[in-house]
């Protein structure tokens, strides 16, 4: 009796046994093939996106836009984020702070260019351009900037398109920062070279990573602000040159 019980425990401890292999198998394969779905999905997002970036012409979306509201003067896309969008520029920096392209009020405007800054000088001498977003907090408008405050981030996202109607162009990112309104970043007005070069040292001085990107005095510059709430008065700021082709 007692060995026909050991027989009956041992068989119930084997079943149990096999049935516990079996759902670990179970799970290991699952889990193998979720890692691997994961990987083949964001590569071909990756993919798509490459494509996407390809196929696109964003001067031809800035030109038909600029059809239908004369205010668009440009297209900004950093990849990686949401930042996919219309530039607009009117005479004054205070006309799409808190209306939208239809003049309607908004609590958060619209993306746009300093009303100070000629977007038709892109390719000459001391010319920096300043693009304003608000930070919603959430991934809309310019909040995605704060992305670089991750510097694995910044590694694999140093470029920047911006096209107008006269061109695609590419930026280098060079600095990234929080500062406050003390800071006269958005200095447009430069007496002379020297003074230009001046101002483009004390950016480079400001970033919280050492990107290692030259800038001179040659250097056409794009500055993209955002409001940055854990300082008084604070700022978040990226900063990059034009790639020259």
């Known amino acids: 009796m007692i060995n026909l019980k050991k027989r009956r425990n041992t068989r119930i401890l084997i079943i149990l046994i096999s049935i516990f292999a079996i759902a670990l198998i179970g799970f290991l394969i699952t889990f193998y093939f979720t890692i691997n779905s994961g990987n083949e999905t964001q590569e ?120 107008t109607l006269n061109g695609n162009y590419k930026f280098q990112i060079f600095a990234t920062y929080s500062t406050n309104t003390d800071f006269f970043y958005i200095d447009t007005n430069f007496k002379d070279i020297n003074e230009y070069e001046s101002f483009l040292n004390s950016l480079k001085a400001k970033s919280e990573y050492n990107t290692n990107v030259e800038v001179t005095k040659d250097d056409v510059i794009l500055t993209l602000s955002t409001c940055d709430y854990s300082i008084e008065n604070g700022r978040y700021v990226v900063q990059a040159k034009l790639i020259k082709e």
């Open 44 to 163: 071909q997002n990756n993919e798509n996106e490459q494509t996407q970036g390809a196929i696109r012409n964003l001067q031809e979306e800035t030109i038909a836009l600029n059809k239908q509201y004369n205010d668009v003067v440009g297209w900004l896309r950093i990849s990686g984020t949401s930042i996919d969008t219309a530039i607009y520029q009117a005479d004054n920096n205070d006309r799409y702070l808190r209306n939208d392209k239809d003049n309607k009020e908004t609590r958060w405007g619209e993306n746009f260019l300093d009303y100070r800054c000629d977007i038709n000088k892109i390719n000459e001498p001391m010319q920096h351009y300043i693009i304003y977003g608000h930070n919603t907090e959430v991934d809309t408008r310019f909040t995605p900037l704060f992305n670089y405050k991750d510097e694995e981030f910044f590694k694999n996202h140093q470029n920047i398109e911006f096209s």
